[in-house]
Each structure stands twice: as structure tokens, then as C-alpha cells.
């Protein structure tokens, strides 16, 4: 009974390592992914440093970078307390298999010793013939080859169990060695944190002395983004129609197909850029350097190489090309009863009514005079009642 619990407890053991070492694994995968993006900013960085009118967007990229850098902390962390309970928990069985195997051990040696005592073939017919009738020196004979079947098996448990403790010893040897490197990568990125908090600092003075250009680049942007707003909402007014389906809104069949599509896809869909990092999130965010400023962003800001190839992240129909104040332009593509938009563009090489493929460009990223690197505008709205609603851009885009 004692061997089939401790049998079944490895067993747990072995499957619960399991869960956890997958675990780990997203984990590790999550850490690659904002090192990867960190080192895109990196090379941003590199390359617009010393150019004053790029504070402002340097300021962005290490502002990411620090909350990239605090991600991989905790994440590191995460990785590190799921090896600690992994440690102990194989400890523990370290422990138990330790004990059985010594138990057995004593077991098999006191076997041996009867065995030994036993050791010629008669005393064993003597057993045999000693029996008062038949059926007893059967009995005496099964019992005499069960005794043999069950020392053989407690040999073979025993090899079993020393195999389990020998491979359980490697899995802990294994897990303390990434520990101790898990360690050391969270002091790096911890490092590599505070300096470019002190970066990060250094900067924001700077840009302080700017505070009314600023403010009115502040502005300017929330009149465009009022524009924008309007006119994504009249176009998915327009085309929602008046014939209504389930979902709301007026559409073919081939429509709810490219609806539905779309929405199996969220945290799937392609990057509207091929290389970028996102400077400014989702929702209500703080102004980098102006204290007390809120931007509500419907979108998130996507900070790419100069003029950028700009492409469209679902197959579908584009709905409208609009032109802002500032001069750069806008494209709305519908996917169904979802839309996405991507502002501050040039070059665009579509027009209404045309049909987009997935990854297809549709124009170029717009430089900005008072930055060396582009900056998209990217949103993601979805048909609602009684109005469309935005949706992060985050959650929809893989990583």
C-alpha cells in the first residue's frame, strides 16, 4: 500500500512538473518577446540620440523600454518562485524515494539472507516433503515460488526507484543552475532599469523648457483625433445601414464570415508595421513630460523606421481615405462589423472601395518634422449600439 502511494505521488509529482515547466516556458517566451522589442528600441535610440528635435520620441522609446524592462522583472520573478515551489516539491519526493529505496534496501537484504540460508535444493525439497499431505506441499511448492517472484520484484523496484531518484536528482540539479541564472538576468535588467530611469529623467528636464510647444502639439493632436473620431463613426454609421443582423449590423454573408474571422484572430493579427514599438498605449495615458496632462488615446502610437511601408493587418475593404489638418492622411479598412484605421500616412496607394489583402500595403509612414523616426496612429473599432466602440490594439496584435 505504502509503494502504490508513493508510486501514485511521483506520478503527481512528475505531471505537476509538467504544468509547471509550461508555465515557465510562456513565461520565458513573454521575456523573449520585450527583449526583442527592447532591442528594436535600442537601435532607435542609437540612431536619433544626439538629435535634439528627437527628444520627444527618444523620450517615448525609453519610457517603453522601462516598462518593458519592469515586465521582464516580474516576469523573471514569476519564473523564479515557480522553480522554488518546483525545488521543494521535488525535494520532497527526493525525500520520499530516499526512504523507500533504504526501506527496500533492508527489505531485500533480509530476502537475500533467508535466501542464503535456504540456498541448496534440499532444504527446499525437505520444506516440500515435510508437508502432512498433497495439497499442502503444493502450497509449500507456490509459496516457495511466489517467495522467488516477489524477491525478484523487490530487485527490480529497487533498480526502478534508484533510475526515479537518479533522474529526479538531475531535474533539481537543472532547475537550480536556471535559478541561479534567472538571478543574475534580473540584477541586469534591473541595472540596465535604473539607468535609463536616470536617461529618462534627464530627458523630460530638458524637454520641460518646451512646455508650450508642447501643449499646443498637445492640442493640435486631440482636434485631429476629435476629426478622426467623427468621421469613423459617420462612416460606420453609413455602413451599417438599416437592415439589421444578429449582430447589429447590415451584411452579407461573406461579411459575417470575414467578421467572425477577424475575431478569432484577436492577439493573432499581423503588426501594421514590420518593425516598431509602441510609445504610447491604450486609453487614458500620461503625457511624458507635461505634469498633470492626459491623453484619452483611442488607439496606440507605433514609433517605426522613416517612411515605413504601412500594411493592412486583416484582409478586407477600404472604406474611406481622409485628410487631417496636419496634412498627413488617414485610411479606414472595414473587416466585417471590426475597422481598422491607420493615421499619419503618406503615399497611400489604395483607394475607396478596394479590396486589401492581409499584410498588402497601403501607403507610407509619415515623418514628422520634429523627429528623425515615423509615428502611426493605429485604432481598432468595432460596430456597437448606439455607437461604435474603440478596442485596444494591444490585445489583437501578436506580440
Same mark, same amino acid.
Given at each position: 500500500?505504502?509503494k502504490?502511494?508513493i508510486?501514485i505521488?511521483?506520478?503527481?509529482?512528475l505531471?505537476?512538473?509538467?504544468?509547471?515547466a509550461?508555465?515557465?516556458e510562456?513565461?520565458?517566451?513573454?521575456?523573449?518577446?520585450?527583449?526583442?522589442?527592447?532591442?528594436?528600441?535600442?537601435?532607435?535610440l542609437?540612431?536619433?540620440?544626439?538629435?535634439?528635435?528627437?527628444?520627444?520620441?527618444?523620450?517615448?522609446?525609453?519610457?517603453r523600454?522601462?516598462?518593458?524592462?519592469?515586465?521582464? =522583472?516580474? &516576469?523573471?520573478?514569476?519564473?523564479?518562485?515557480?522553480?522554488?515551489?518546483?525545488?521543494?516539491?521535488?525535494?520532497?519526493?527526493?525525500?520520499e524515494?530516499?526512504?523507500?529505496i533504504?526501506?527496500?534496501?533492508?527489505?531485500y537484504?533480509? +530476502? +537475500?539472507?533467508?535466501?542464503?540460508?535456504?540456498?541448496?535444493?534440499?532444504?527446499?525439497?525437505?520444506?516440500?516433503?515435510?508437508?502432512?499431505?498433497?495439497?499442502?506441499a503444493?502450497?509449500?511448492?507456490k509459496?516457495?515460488e511466489?517467495y522467488?517472484?516477489?524477491?525478484?520484484?523487490? &530487485?527490480?523496484?529497487?533498480?526502478?526507484?534508484?533510475?526515479?531518484?537518479?533522474?529526479?536528482?538531475e531535474?533539481?540539479e537543472?532547475?537550480k543552475?536556471?535559478?541561479?541564472?534567472?538571478?543574475?538576468?534580473?540584477?541586469?535588467?534591473v541595472?540596465?532599469?535604473?539607468?535609463e530611469?536616470?536617461?529618462?529623467d534627464?530627458?523630460?528636464?530638458?524637454?520641460?523648457?518646451?512646455?508650450?510647444?508642447?501643449?499646443k502639439?498637445?492640442?493640435?493632436?486631440?482636434?485631429?483625433?476629435?476629426?478622426?473620431?467623427?468621421?469613423?463613426?459617420? =462612416?460606420?454609421?453609413?455602413?451599417?445601414?438599416?437592415?439589421?443582423a444578429?449582430?447589429g449590423?447590415?451584411m452579407?454573408?461573406?461579411?459575417? =464570415?470575414?467578421?467572425?474571422?477577424?475575431?478569432?484572430?484577436? &492577439?493573432?493579427?499581423p503588426?501594421?508595421?514590420?518593425?516598431?514599438?509602441?510609445?504610447?498605449g491604450? &486609453?487614458?495615458?500620461d503625457?511624458?513630460?507635461?505634469?498633470?496632462a492626459?491623453?484619452?488615446?483611442?488607439g496606440i502610437?507605433?514609433?517605426?523606421?522613416?517612411?515605413?511601408?504601412?500594411?493592412?493587418?486583416f484582409n478586407?475593404?477600404v472604406g474611406?481615405?481622409?485628410?487631417?489638418?496636419?496634412?498627413?492622411?488617414?485610411?479606414?479598412?472595414q473587416?466585417g462589423?471590426?475597422?481598422s484605421?491607420?493615421?499619419n500616412?503618406?503615399?497611400?496607394?489604395?483607394?475607396?472601395g478596394?479590396?486589401?489583402?492581409?499584410?498588402?500595403?497601403?501607403?507610407?509612414?509619415y515623418?514628422p518634422?520634429?523627429?528623425?523616426?515615423?509615428?502611426?496612429?493605429?485604432?481598432?473599432?468595432k460596430?456597437a449600439?448606439p455607437m461604435?466602440?474603440?478596442?485596444?490594439?494591444?490585445?489583437?496584435?501578436s506580440?
Amino acid at each position: 500500500m505504502v509503494k502504490r502511494i508513493i508510486g501514485i505521488f511521483c506520478c503527481m509529482i512528475l505531471i505537476i512538473s509538467g504544468i509547471r515547466a509550461q508555465d515557465i516556458e510562456q513565461l520565458k517566451s513573454e521575456r523573449e518577446k520585450s527583449l526583442k522589442e527592447i532591442a528594436i528600441a535600442e537601435e532607435m535610440l542609437q540612431q536619433t540620440l544626439s538629435n535634439r528635435e528627437s527628444q520627444l520620441q527618444n523620450l517615448k522609446l525609453i519610457n517603453r523600454n522601462v516598462t518593458q524592462r519592469e515586465r521582464i =522583472i516580474r &516576469g523573471i520573478n514569476n519564473e523564479i518562485r515557480q522553480l522554488n515551489n518546483q525545488i521543494r516539491k521535488n525535494e520532497t519526493t527526493r525525500t520520499e524515494l530516499e526512504k523507500e529505496i533504504t526501506r527496500l534496501k533492508e527489505e531485500y537484504s533480509k +530476502i +537475500i539472507y533467508r535466501t542464503y540460508l535456504n540456498r541448496n535444493a534440499y532444504h527446499r525439497a525437505q520444506f516440500i516433503f515435510a508437508a502432512e499431505d498433497f495439497n499442502q506441499a503444493f502450497k509449500r511448492m507456490k509459496h516457495l515460488e511466489e517467495y522467488g517472484k516477489y524477491r525478484r520484484q523487490q &530487485g527490480e523496484l529497487i533498480v526502478q526507484r534508484t533510475e526515479e531518484l537518479k533522474v529526479l536528482l538531475e531535474k533539481l540539479e537543472t532547475d537550480k543552475n536556471q535559478k541561479s541564472s534567472l538571478l543574475s538576468a534580473e540584477n541586469r535588467e534591473v541595472s540596465k532599469m535604473y539607468s535609463e530611469r536616470k536617461q529618462k529623467d534627464k530627458l523630460v528636464k530638458s524637454l520641460q523648457s518646451r512646455e508650450r510647444q508642447l501643449k499646443k502639439e498637445i492640442n493640435d493632436k486631440r482636434l485631429a483625433y476629435k476629426r478622426l473620431e467623427s468621421e469613423i463613426a459617420r =462612416i460606420i454609421a453609413a455602413a451599417s445601414g438599416t437592415e439589421f443582423a444578429s449582430s447589429g449590423m447590415r451584411m452579407t454573408p461573406e461579411m459575417k =464570415i470575414l467578421s467572425n474571422d477577424f475575431s478569432q484572430n484577436q &492577439g493573432g493579427l499581423p503588426w501594421p508595421v514590420e518593425r516598431g514599438v509602441v510609445t504610447m498605449g491604450y &486609453g487614458v495615458q500620461d503625457h511624458p513630460v507635461l505634469r498633470n496632462a492626459k491623453i484619452d488615446n483611442k488607439g496606440i502610437e507605433i514609433l517605426t523606421e522613416p517612411a515605413a511601408p504601412v500594411r493592412a493587418i486583416f484582409n478586407g475593404t477600404v472604406g474611406a481615405i481622409l485628410t487631417l489638418p496636419s496634412g498627413n492622411r488617414a485610411v479606414v479598412i472595414q473587416h466585417g462589423e471590426f475597422f481598422s484605421v491607420y493615421q499619419n500616412l503618406t503615399e497611400i496607394n489604395v483607394k475607396e472601395g478596394d479590396e486589401v489583402k492581409v499584410k498588402q500595403v497601403i501607403g507610407k509612414s509619415y515623418k514628422p518634422a520634429s523627429g528623425t523616426n515615423s509615428e502611426i496612429h493605429f485604432e481598432i473599432w468595432k460596430y456597437a449600439k448606439p455607437m461604435p466602440v474603440t478596442l485596444d490594439p494591444e490585445k489583437w496584435l501578436s506580440r
